[in-house]
């Protein structure tokens, strides 16, 4: 197996792109392709501020590196859980750190347990859908901090198996308002930071071999919570029309991108009123954030 590009030893192959790289070609290839993205998408302006919400999995950690090695001003941003079974907050909190001391990335972190007094195992205690909380815990917390630093972007590690499995889900139940927000950039609204996926085009191999290129060393404790499996079988199923048609999977998100623009409308009517805790927008007068930290602690007092 030759690079296509220099035909020296290929050290991985990409049969979706119909190509084999070296090391040094890999490197030029993923770095090019991430950057038409930003490009493609309006992103992020030349050398713009990014927060990047890093979880200690390969895929936050490529996305902060790739838009550092692009000349981007990027600032990284950790939610420590509390979660202490399997060492996953300790273990993934540690990863993080060395990673961004290792890349010169400042890093903010929210522990939940100093700022609000409790964590998840806590919140979970009570809650059957402890990851939905998390998922909303963690984007809230990130919002306010893009927006506090006035960030161009929030970027998160969303790969095109995660784009891809999500717009399969979405068709199959017609789920129009999902349908319209699957693109790779959501514009900023007011009390929302415009939100970034640099890697929506980017598949599982590929950041796998990129990642190991660079020595990047995603924590390997997994949370024991476990994230809900109901998308595994769209997963499943592109991964199977992916081995018979190579690079379906890409051509089946990229041309969602093209005509996502019939489904804007259709989203739900955006949140009227503010929550009276934190003043972001809401659904309900105390968002779900506030509900689950704050307003239970004043009870309590
Ligand atoms: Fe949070 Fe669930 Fe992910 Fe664990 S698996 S980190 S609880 S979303
Ligand atoms: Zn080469
Ligand atoms: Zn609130």
């Not at 815990?137 to 506090?148: F, G, P, Q, V």
């Not at 020595?215 to 919570?225: L, T």
């Amino acid at each position: 197996m030759k690079c296509t590009v220099c035909g020296k030893p290929a050290i991985v192959k990409f049969p979706a792109h119909n190509s084999a790289f070296c090391e040094e070609h890999l490197d030029a290839f993923f770095l090019r392709q991430v950057s038409k993205t930003i490009e493609k998408y309006k992103m992020l302006p030349p050398k713009g501020r990014v927060v990047v919400a890093i979880s200690g999995g390969k895929d936050s950690l490529v996305t902060a590196y790739v838009l550092k090695r692009l000349g981007y001003e990027v600032l990284g941003f950790f939610v420590d859980l509390g979660i202490t079974q399997n060492d996953f907050s300790p273990r993934s909190r540690e990863v993080v750190e060395n990673f961004c001391k290792e890349h010169d990335i400042p890093l903010e972190i929210v522990d939940l347990k100093e700022r609000y007094g409790k964590d998840i195992p806590e919140v979970a205690k009570r809650q059957d859908r402890i990851c939905a909380i998390c998922g909303v815990t963690k984007r809230h917390l990130m919002n306010e901090y893009a927006l506090s630093v006035n960030a161009d972007a929030l970027a998160t590690g969303h790969t095109l198996d995660d784009m891809a499995k999500l717009l399969l889900a979405n068709l199959m139940r017609w789920d129009l308002h999902h349908l319209a927000k699957g693109v790779p950039t959501l514009p900023a609204e007011p009390g929302f930071a415009k939100k970034i996926k640099p890697l929506a085009f980017q598949s599982e191999d590929e950041i796998i071999a990129f990642a190991k290129l660079h020595n990047i060393k995603p924590v390997e404790a997994k949370c024991p919570y476990g994230r809900e499996a109901k998308y595994n079988r769209y997963q499943e199923a592109l991964d199977m029309l992916e081995e018979k048609s190579p690079g379906i999977k890409r051509s089946f998100y990229k041309n969602y991108t093209k005509y996502a623009y019939l489904f804007e409308g259709t989203q739900a009517r955006p949140p009227k009123v503010n929550c009276e805790v934190c003043g972001f927008p809401s659904v309900s007068p105390v968002c779900t954030f506030c509900r689950t930290w704050v307003v239970d602690n004043e009870k309590k007092k």
